[in-house]
């Protein structure tokens, strides 16, 4: 089984941003225990800030792999982009956050991507994506 993971903006400061909400934990460590408890799965992990490229990585592995996990952080909320290119590709994709975003801030309440995704996980802090997994898994 193939899983992509990806990451968007900001998600490269975990462990040092807004630890309150986001916990003191970078995803690189937690990626590693990710591996070692899944060691059937073979990851491929990718973080970045600009939405093409995201967009460059959904198109990429999105008819090939088995399933996507998706934490768009603020493009959630705003790209129609992204959206559009989970719509296009054959993989399942499954968003995550690693906080309950209905209990933050209205802006981030709506998920613009998803109603094109196989489902969504948040609260959970990165146990989220944990749980990701083990949906694709069962």
């Given at each position: 089984?193939?899983?992509?993971?990806?990451?968007g903006p900001n998600l490269n400061l975990?462990?040092?941003?807004?630890?309150?909400?986001?916990g003191s934990e970078n995803f690189e460590?937690?990626?590693?225990?990710?591996?070692?408890?899944?060691?059937?799965?073979?990851?491929?992990?990718?973080?970045?800030?600009?939405?093409?490229?995201?967009?460059?990585?959904?198109?990429?592995?999105?008819?090939?792999?088995?399933?996507?996990?998706?934490?768009?952080?603020?493009?959630t909320h705003t790209s129609v982009a992204?959206?559009?290119?989970?719509?296009?590709?054959?993989?399942?994709?499954?968003?995550?956050?690693?906080?309950?975003?209905?209990?933050?801030?209205?802006?981030?309440?709506?998920?613009?991507?998803?109603?094109?995704?196989?489902?969504?996980?948040?609260?959970?802090?990165?146990?989220?994506?944990?749980?990701?997994?083990?949906?694709?898994?069962?």
């Amino acid at each position: 089984m193939n899983i992509l993971i990806i990451n968007g903006p900001n998600l490269n400061l975990l462990g040092v941003r807004e630890k309150s909400i986001y916990g003191s934990e970078n995803f690189e460590s937690y990626f590693a225990s990710l591996q070692e408890s899944f060691p059937d799965i073979e990851f491929t992990y990718y973080q970045s800030n600009i939405e093409g490229e995201i967009i460059n990585k959904l198109h990429k592995y999105g008819f090939d792999y088995d399933g996507i996990i998706i934490n768009a952080g603020a493009y959630t909320h705003t790209s129609v982009a992204i959206r559009d290119a989970i719509a296009g590709i054959n993989t399942p994709v499954i968003e995550v956050h690693i906080s309950n975003t209905l209990t933050r801030e209205d802006f981030r309440h709506k998920s613009i991507i998803g109603p094109v995704c196989k489902g969504c996980i948040m609260g959970f802090g990165l146990q989220s994506y944990r749980l990701a997994i083990q949906s694709f898994v069962n």
